[in-house]
């Protein structure tokens, strides 16, 4: 094995997190910084954090707003409102088709 080809070891290697937490490790580095760590991190900490910086939250909670006050119809009223449209254009034309004319047969 090759001697004096290994970077040297830290034993005491301070860590500093953004959150203001430091705590000690064993490292090659010198020091080390960080942006998230256990006690900031979502999924130890149980909130939720959202970096927004386009605003894309803000237009996604929007979008979901103007979706929810749309009011859809289920196939039935669809076809229920068509059959009322064509129940008036054929009292305004006085056609009746053949499926009409069946139907006040067997009435």
Known sequence: MKKNIHPKYNHNVKVTCSCGNQFITGSILDEITTELCSNCHPFYTGEQKIVDTANLVS???????????????????????????????ESKTGTL???DMLASISK
Do not use: G, V
């Open 59 to 89: 237009k996604y909670e929007e979008r979901q707003k103007k979706s929810q006050a749309m009011s859809f119809k289920s196939k039935k009223e669809k076809m229920e409102a068509r059959k009322m449209k064509a129940k008036k254009d």
């Open 97 to 99: 088709t053949l499926k």
